[in-house]
């Protein structure tokens, strides 16, 4: 039988004549429980056979979370059933039900635990870091889940509310998956009784990544970490590591890098533990073992292209990175075909105290229109290249922001013969709106409009054109943002779009011209349209955790 509690039916079972009140609505997925059925002191559920123990409302099924109980009591023959839970749920009890969630990698535990933390009002970065201590325990080596944590850190104060449950849902689950099945991660310890510079902790990071000593590298990162005394330390110890190899493991790991630095920016709040001897550890595993392109065919033949970046390398490894501007016409240098002039030109302009941070933005933007021209004649793998190669370009930006030093110029010259490399995917270019054209007005309605044209077939330029008239007429690039932001969550897409999303989005707030503006921001939208639209399974937990949480049935929200 059931009862009207305060907010709920309460469903009463009899096990050997003792009487016992669980919340009505199944833990999974909200459908009634009094058609169940009970024996021995086990309750099953009629719809997907999830069982619990009637007393205490603990699940067998983890997938099913446990359920509420209410007390009761009979007396005289009468039964009588408090209208309120035993106990209403609480930060710890949705902290420990995300935290099970992530242990047992089941994504509907996760999205309860995500979704009723923020609805008490729990800040986002506190959920971030439940995340990324999880992620610091369980696995080895930086994944995209952690990439994603960084990125929905990084874009939640400009994300809508659907937005945010979604994406921090997605990347819960992507960290779940990655530490699946992994052992615990086991410390190697900074070195105790080294008293050592920096800069030969540096030396010795550097030497330990080059002859691919897992060991050795993370024992003497650890202990430059405790001499770093700023962010400016922590990029140059990384950088000049990871840039010994050219574009290692595909400008991977200079990404994830900038990344692991952004995520402890994040959660390096007061009072807070310190994060970095558990994040940088997670970086060394592909420091050592990853390949540089040095490694590969495709940059040897049919031009050397390493032996170049090596010269160009020496030529700027004395220079004292400067303020001035960048000269005029670089970006056809880089967008050309003649790779000797493309390093002359960005070494020239480094020994002519051109700004690293604003070269390196050039490549960048060289790299957005790379993505935002590329032709439909390519096949859907080919995107591979140049979004990679655009992120890492916005990693160099982000690495310089942070040291402007001489250690990170090659990073500058990597990002731009990987834009080099890219030049046959623009052939023939694909349709880009003329620059010349009238602004259109930033018409509200064209968001939904762009969200609508990404739920049938692709339709890359005609994406392209209601982004860039966005932009062009004056429309907020933080809402456009969310719109990518969210039309890039719902599906089940993986995380190099929306990491090519934030990348345009960071890139474009430091851009004073509308069209380069527009250019980021279309580059990151084409790339994303093309791969729209999928299944759109992933929105299943989060939506249903959504639909718990209101004290609805799961299958009720569409
Ligand atoms: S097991 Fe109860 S609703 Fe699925």
Redesign the pocket.
């Known amino acids: 039988m059931t009862v009207q509690g305060r907010d709920r039916r309460i469903a009463v079972f009899w096990n050997h004549g003792d009487p016992q009140a669980v919340d009505n609505r ?6 009634p ?1 009094d058609q ?1 059925s009970v024996h021995e002191g086990i309750l099953t ?6 069982r619990f123990a009637l007393k205490g409302g603990c699940a067998f ?1 983890l997938y ?1 979370d446990d359920i509420p109980t209410f007390a009761v009591r009979e007396e005289n023959g009468v039964i009588e059933v408090s209208d309120e839970p035993d106990a209403m749920p609480t930060e710890a009890y949705y902290r420990a039900r995300l935290r099970r969630g992530l242990e047992q990698n089941l994504s509907l535990l996760q999205a309860k635990g995500i979704v009723g933390l923020l609805k008490l009002g729990v800040p986002v970065v506190e959920i971030l870091r439940e995340l990324v201590n999880f992620g610091c325990e369980n696995h080895e080596a930086w994944a995209d889940g952690m990439t994603l944590i960084a990125l929905m850190g990084r874009l939640d104060p400009i994300l809508s509310e659907r937005t945010r449950i979604y994406g921090l849902c997605w990347a819960s689950r992507q960290l779940a998956a990655n530490c699946a099945g992994r052992p615990h991660r086991r410390e190697r310890g900074a070195l105790t009784g080294a008293d050592e510079s920096l800069g030969r902790l540096q030396d010795w990071f550097r030497e330990f990544v080059l002859m691919r000593h897992l060991d050795g590298a993370e024992r003497a990162l650890l202990t430059a970490n405790r001499l770093c005394r700023d962010q400016s330390d922590r990029q140059r110890t990384l950088s000049s590591a990871i840039l010994q190899r050219v574009y290692l493991d595909t400008g991977h790991l200079y990404d994830f890098a900038n990344k692991a630095l952004e995520l402890g920016e994040i959660l390096t709040t007061e009072g807070a533990p310190d994060v970095w001897p558990q994040l940088l550890p997670l970086l060394v595993p592909e420091a050592v073992a990853g390949r540089g392109e040095e490694d590969s065919g495709s940059w040897r033949n049919p031009f050397d292209l390493i032996s170049a970046i090596r010269a160009a390398e020496s030529s700027v490894k004395k220079v004292e990175p400067g303020r001035g501007a960048v000269p005029d016409g670089l970006r056809d240098v880089l967008l050309g075909g003649d790779y000797q002039a493309i390093l002359d030109a960005i070494v020239s302009a480094l020994q002519a105290q051109a700004d690293p941070e604003s070269l390196a933005r050039e490549v960048a933007l060289a790299a957005a229109w790379r993505l935002a021209h590329f032709s439909p004649s390519n096949e859907l793998g080919d995107w591979f290249g140049p979004v990679h190669t655009f992120t890492y370009a916005n990693a160099v930006v982000q690495s310089l922001k942070r040291a402007p030093t001489a250690e990170l110029l090659p990073a500058i010259l990597h990002g731009a013969m990987a834009v080099f490399q890219d030049r046959f995917l623009n052939v023939p270019p694909g349709v880009y709106p003329k620059t010349d054209a009238d602004p259109h007005a930033a018409a509200p309605d064209i968001l939904d409009h762009i969200l609508e044209m990404m739920d049938r077939a692709p339709h890359p330029r005609k994406v392209v054109a209601s982004v860039v008239a966005w932009v062009r007429g004056g429309g907020s690039i933080e809402k456009l943002t969310d719109c990518l932001a969210w039309a890039t969550i719902r599906e089940d897409l993986d995380f190099h779009k929306l990491q090519a999303i934030e990348a345009a989005y960071q890139l474009s707030r430091d851009v004073a011209d509308v069209k380069d503006r527009a250019l980021l921001l279309a580059g990151a939208a084409r790339h994303l349209a093309a791969h729209c639209p999928t299944a759109r399974t992933r929105q299943q937990s989060p939506r249903s955790a959504l639909a718990l949480h209101r004290g609805e049935m ?1 299958r009720d929200e569409e």
């Open positions: 199944c833990p999974h997925m909200g459908f429980l169940g559920c009629h719809w997907h056979h999830a099924d099913a799961a």
